[in-house]
């Protein structure tokens, strides 16, 4: 058998589209600057999968000069705890010094714990009767309700509050403030609350390739991208990790209607006449991804280069201006 090689490279595919930033992002980014002056502190969540990626920079110069906790969520969908893993944190968390870092599973405590008391000596510090306010804000879909509930959950033994599920869209406006601490005896007074916010999309995705990570993750709807395109960015991921992560399905290929049409005889997802349906083939394939059973890794190049570039002033600039654009072409 020849031996096999994965692409070095995936394409790029300048046809695709490279915005999600919809209407009720817009007006929840406006809500959020209304609210800043109420709030102590920002907790900004990112995909662990794709740090680099769902860094959005407007919701930094959109909310600034406010206490931040950074929170890279997922992580038990990225890491598996090798040296390789620790070496990547490590530099993610040398590059924000004037933020607090944390990586979180909400399937585990402990990372609700971390949250927990990290709001809970902030809210101390404060020494406020009414306690202090925190606005937890992201990209869609990047786990920031599914937090808030684990924090409600660990914080005050409570059920959830906010509402979650696959597709991003489902926070679509501003919440009620939600108490996760109680209290507190070191003269914090009135606890700790937190505000839900709908997640915000950066207005221009600098180019394709980082579109097709964030839809990958579930950053933007399934119907934006087509399944098979997705389906072949995720093949290209694969064969670079372990090709004989997908051996049940197929032998090692770079061609992604091969592997679909395997699968899709493999699972029964066929259509009427009994052909493949490669679309629904594709999205099993990439819903199994999302959800840990086909590999757990990390989709961006983190370096300190990459860092370096992801935290440029003129990154930045090139998706407010974005933004600004857009909102003037409304009115």
């Not at 709908?198 to 990958?216: Q, R």
């Amino acid at each position: 058998m020849d031996k096999f090689f994965p692409r070095a490279i995936f394409p790029k595919l300048e046809h695709l589209p490279r915005s999600y930033f919809l209407g009720h992002h817009q007006a929840g980014l406006a809500k959020m600057r209304s609210l800043l002056n109420q709030t102590d502190l920002i907790i900004e969540c990112r995909d662990y999968r794709v740090p680099l990626s769902s860094q959005n920079p407007m919701l930094e110069e959109a909310l600034p000069g406010k206490s931040r906790l950074i929170i890279y969520t997922k992580q038990d969908l990225g890491t598996n705890g090798t040296s390789e893993d620790r070496k990547r944190e490590h530099l993610i968390r040398a590059s924000l010094p004037s933020s607090s870092v944390l990586f979180s599973d909400i399937h585990n405590q402990r990372t609700a714990k971390k949250v927990i008391e990290f709001a809970r000596e902030h809210t101390e510090r404060k020494q406020s009767i009414t306690g202090s306010l925190a606005m937890i804000v992201g990209m869609p879909n990047v786990g920031k309700s599914s937090l808030l509930n684990a924090l409600r959950r660990v914080g005050l033994g409570r059920g959830k509050v906010a509402h979650t599920g696959a597709q991003p869209g489902v926070t679509r406006k501003i919440g009620t403030c939600v108490k996760i601490v109680e209290n507190t005896d070191g003269g914090g007074g009135g606890g700790a609350y937190i505000l839900d916010t709908p997640g915000v999309f950066i207005p221009h995705v600098p180019n394709s390739e980082t579109m097709l990570k964030l839809a990958l993750c579930g950053c933007v709807k399934d119907s934006i991208l087509a399944p098979v395109i997705l389906a072949d960015y995720l093949l290209y991921h694969l064969n670079l990790q372990d090709s004989s992560l997908y051996s049940e399905y197929s032998a090692p290929t770079n061609d992604v209607e091969a592997l679909l049409e395997s699968l899709a005889s493999k699972t029964g997802r066929l259509r009427k006449q009994g052909s493949p349906d490669l679309d629904a083939a594709a999205m099993w394939l990439i819903q199994r991804w999302r959800n840990g059973h086909l590999g757990r890794f990390v989709l961006d190049r983190v370096t300190i280069g990459e860092l370096q570039d992801a935290t440029r002033k003129g990154n930045m600039n090139q998706s407010i201006s974005h933004a600004r654009a857009l909102n003037q072409s409304r009115h």
